[in-house]
């Protein structure tokens, strides 16, 4: 197990450094100067534009410049936004809390509804109810994101006036930032109005929340599906059936743990897909995360935005593909068992 962890975590460094790479070479070819696009300093003085050549070595070969920026960048050193000129580092801290709470609360709605729906596409005998959800499923896995997100926002937002479209928050609230996490900081402030000011955060991410959403929530239904289809059919399922075991008892304890082993390694194959998604929604509703920071900053063209955010994208991708990789190994019998025999 020890030496199966050991290969992963050396994946992680070795597909991290070759995402650095890539970045350091593209930073070679944006149509500015290195220290520039480098640090972010348009006009440096001579002071800072000797202490970025230091910094960097860009008076040395490639190799030495690619260490100095590989030392640069894992020291937390991503160079100064041009536009607002405040340090990257500091923006992107400021910007991954929202993404992260958006993130978790697609995650949750495709869960808690794709599971449930997907055993009853598996169980139910009703093959007209079958079909339906299937119906679904692979209409909404087919519908544009950017589509999808528009639609619901004319919908709801605008026609029905229900939902807000845009931002976290209204504005109207002053909300100290605490976590990150805007419905947690809603329910920490002090303000007389933070149970108001909860219910407007969390009506502000229900669009883009369920927009994000609806392609996890397509696979985990048809994994769902297809596993306890497989799982239902197992000798061990059969003898707990002759027993006389209620059928819910077995659903609740030996098939859906099983079942959903498929589903956790789904959701480690579709991170990119689903954080691809995510820039989408971020810019289709104003949400303050990576992705529309990460887009405005393209549009201005701030290279070390660019850098910082393609960079911390591709960095979670790996590291959760690799962590669901591992928890997928460790709650799996047949892939301890093959782990083990490899060894």
């Given at each position: 197990m020890w030496r199966y962890l050991f290969r992963r975590i050396t994946l992680f460094m070795a597909t991290s450094l070759l995402m650095i790479a890539v970045l350091f070479m593209a930073s070679g070819q944006f149509p500015v100067s290195k220290t520039y696009s480098l640090s972010g300093i348009q006009y440096p003085t001579i002071e800072q534009k000797q202490q970025i050549e230091q910094n960097y070595q860009l008076n040395d070969n490639q190799l030495l410049q690619f260490t100095a920026y590989l030392r640069q960048r894992l020291s937390g050193n991503l160079g100064i936004s041009s536009n607002s000129q405040q340090e990257v580092s500091e923006e992107l801290a400021s910007v991954l809390p929202a993404s992260f709470e958006l993130s978790l609360f697609s995650g949750f709605i495709a869960v808690f509804f794709g599971v449930p729906i997907g055993i009853l596409a598996a169980?139910?005998?009703?093959?007209?109810?079958?079909?339906?959800?299937?119906?679904?499923?692979?209409?909404?896995?087919?519908?544009?994101?950017?589509?999808?997100?528009?639609?619901?926002?004319?919908?709801?937002?605008?026609?029905?006036?229900?939902?807000?479209?845009?931002?976290?928050?209204?504005?109207?609230?002053?909300?100290?930032?605490?976590?990150?996490?805007?419905?947690?900081?809603?329910?920490?402030?002090?303000?007389?109005?933070?149970?108001?000011?909860?219910?407007?955060?969390?009506?502000?991410?229900?669009?883009?929340?369920?927009?994000?959403?609806?392609?996890?929530?397509?696979?985990?239904?048809?994994?769902?599906?297809?596993?306890?289809?497989?799982?239902?059919?197992?000798?061990?399922?059969?003898?707990?059936?002759?027993?006389?075991?209620?059928?819910?008892?077995?659903?609740?304890?030996?098939?859906?743990?099983?079942?959903?082993?498929?589903?956790?390694?789904?959701?480690?194959?579709?991170?990119?897909?689903?954080?691809?998604?995510?820039?989408?929604?971020?810019?289709?509703?104003?949400?303050?995360?990576?992705?529309?920071?990460?887009?405005?900053?393209?549009?201005?063209?701030?290279?070390?935005?660019?850098?910082?955010?393609?960079?911390?994208?591709?960095?979670?991708i790996i590291f959760l593909s690799i962590l669901i990789d591992l928890l997928h190994t460790a709650i799996n019998p047949m892939s301890r068992k093959e782990l083990y025999a490899s060894n």
């Open positions: 169980l139910s005998n009703n093959k007209a109810l079958q079909h339906s959800i299937l119906a679904v499923t692979l209409t909404g896995y087919s519908i544009p994101v950017f589509w999808l997100g528009l639609t619901l926002s004319m919908w709801f937002g605008v026609n029905l006036g229900w939902l807000p479209i845009s931002g976290q928050i209204n504005l109207l609230y002053e909300i100290e930032p605490v976590t990150g996490f805007m419905l947690i900081d809603t329910l920490l402030s002090d303000s007389a109005y933070r149970i108001p000011a909860f219910h407007d955060a969390l009506l502000h991410l229900i669009l883009p929340a369920v927009t994000l959403a609806v392609l996890p929530f397509t696979l985990v239904v048809r994994i769902t599906r297809q596993a306890i289809l497989n799982v239902m059919n197992k000798t061990y399922i059969r003898a707990a059936e002759a027993r006389g075991l209620h059928t819910a008892k077995i659903l609740l304890r030996h098939a859906l743990p099983n079942a959903l082993i498929p589903v956790l390694k789904s959701i480690g194959l579709m991170l990119g897909s689903f954080a691809s998604y995510g820039i989408v929604v971020e810019v289709i509703f104003s949400w303050p995360g990576v992705g529309s920071w990460l887009v405005s900053g393209i549009y201005q063209r701030d290279y070390t935005v660019i850098q910082a955010g393609i960079l911390s994208v591709s960095l979670l």
